[in-house]
C-alpha cells in the first residue's frame, strides 16, 4: 500500500528547515547503506548523530505523532529517527531493498515495516529524482511538493532516478508497524478511512459503531 500524506509540514517549518540543511555538514551517505545498498547508493547525507539532525527529526516527528492520515496508515509503533540526504547533479541510489531490520540509536532492533521519504525541495527545483517504486501494485514514480510525505512498504524494491540538474532534497526513515503485514494493513486502513466518512456524514449509527468494533477486533488479532 502507498499513502501520500499531503502538508506534512507547514511553509514556515520548510523554509526554517531548508535555511538550515543549506549550511549543514554533508557526508557520503553510504554510511547508512547496508551491504546490498552500498555498491548503487550515491548521495550526501546529514550526519544522523549531529545536533542539527536530531532537531530537524524532532520537528517531524511532532508533526506525525498527531498526523490522523498517517497514525491510521501506519500504525506505528516505533519509528526510527528521521535521516536527511541530499542528491546533486549525477547522484543517484540503485534498485535495493531496505534492510529488514535496523540497530536503533539506543541499541534496540527495529523492524522495518514500513518506509517514509518526506520531500523538502519542491520538484521544478530539480530534475530526475524520482522516488520508483516496485512493488505488487506495479511501479510507481514519485515526486511530490516540498512538505508532502509518501509511505510505502519497505520489503518493496526501490531506486530515486539520477539528478540531472538542482538538488534534491528529503528526509527518509522506517516505521515498526503493530501489524506488520502489508495485506493486513491495507485492510484496516481502509475500515478505518470508511468509518470516518460514516461518521462525517452522519450515517447509520448502529452500523458504524459494528463496523469500528470488527476494525478493533481485527486489530487486536493482527498486532504483533
Same mark, same amino acid.
Given at each position: 500500500?502507498?499513502?501520500?500524506?499531503?502538508?506534512?509540514?507547514?511553509?514556515?517549518?520548510?523554509?526554517?528547515?531548508?535555511?538550515q540543511l543549506r549550511s549543514a555538514q554533508w557526508i557520503d551517505g553510504r554510511a547508512t547503506a547496508g551491504y546490498q545498498g552500498a555498491g548503487v547508493?550515491?548521495?550526501?547525507?546529514?550526519?544522523?548523530?549531529?545536533?542539527?539532525?536530531?532537531?530537524?527529526?524532532?520537528?517531524?516527528?511532532?508533526?506525525?505523532e498527531r498526523n490522523p492520515l498517517f497514525i491510521s496508515a501506519a500504525l506505528p509503533n516505533r519509528v526510527y529517527p528521521p535521516l536527511f540526504n541530499?542528491?546533486?547533479? !549525477?547522484?543517484?541510489?540503485?534498485?535495493?531493498?531496505?534492510?529488514?531490520?535496523? /540497530?536503533? %540509536?539506543?541499541? #534496540?532492533?527495529? +523492524?522495518?515495516?514500513?518506509?517514509?521519504?518526506?520531500?523538502?525541495?519542491?520538484?521544478?527545483?530539480?530534475?530526475?529524482?524520482?522516488?520508483?517504486?516496485?512493488?505488487?501494485? !506495479?511501479?510507481?514514480?514519485?515526486?511530490?511538493?516540498?512538505?508532502?510525505?509518501? /509511505?510505502? %512498504?519497505?520489503? #518493496?524494491?526501490? +531506486?530515486?532516478?539520477?539528478?540531472?540538474?538542482?538538488?534534491?532534497?528529503?528526509?527518509?526513515?522506517?516505521?515498526?508497524?503493530?501489524?506488520?503485514?502489508?495485506?493486513?494493513?491495507?485492510?484496516?486502513?481502509?475500515?478505518?478511512?470508511?468509518?470516518?466518512?460514516?461518521?462525517?456524514t452522519s450515517a447509520d449509527e448502529a452500523a458504524c459503531l459494528q463496523l469500528t468494533n470488527c476494525y478493533h477486533n481485527l486489530l487486536r488479532i493482527?498486532?504483533?
Amino acid at each position: 500500500m502507498l499513502a501520500r500524506i499531503p502538508d506534512l509540514l507547514s511553509d514556515a517549518q520548510l523554509q526554517a528547515m531548508r535555511e538550515q540543511l543549506r549550511s549543514a555538514q554533508w557526508i557520503d551517505g553510504r554510511a547508512t547503506a547496508g551491504y546490498q545498498g552500498a555498491g548503487v547508493k550515491r548521495n550526501l547525507q546529514l550526519d544522523e548523530r549531529s545536533a542539527l539532525a536530531r532537531e530537524l527529526g524532532g520537528v517531524l516527528m511532532s508533526e506525525l505523532e498527531r498526523n490522523p492520515l498517517f497514525i491510521s496508515a501506519a500504525l506505528p509503533n516505533r519509528v526510527y529517527p528521521p535521516l536527511f540526504n541530499c542528491y546533486e547533479n !549525477g547522484m543517484t541510489f540503485g534498485t535495493h531493498v531496505d534492510n529488514a531490520v535496523r /540497530l536503533m %540509536p539506543d541499541g #534496540s532492533k527495529l +523492524r522495518t515495516d514500513l518506509s517514509i521519504t518526506v520531500f523538502l525541495a519542491n520538484p521544478d527545483e530539480y530534475d530526475g529524482g524520482e522516488l520508483i517504486i516496485e512493488h505488487t501494485f !506495479g511501479t510507481q514514480e514519485i515526486k511530490l511538493p516540498a512538505g508532502d510525505a509518501i /509511505l510505502y %512498504p519497505a520489503s #518493496s524494491l526501490h +531506486r530515486v532516478a539520477p539528478i540531472t540538474r538542482g538538488a534534491r532534497l528529503a528526509s527518509f526513515f522506517w516505521i515498526e508497524s503493530l501489524v506488520s503485514g502489508d495485506a493486513e494493513r491495507a485492510i484496516l486502513f481502509d475500515m478505518d478511512s470508511s468509518i470516518q466518512r460514516l461518521r462525517a456524514t452522519s450515517a447509520d449509527e448502529a452500523a458504524c459503531l459494528q463496523l469500528t468494533n470488527c476494525y478493533h477486533n481485527l486489530l487486536r488479532i493482527w498486532t504483533r
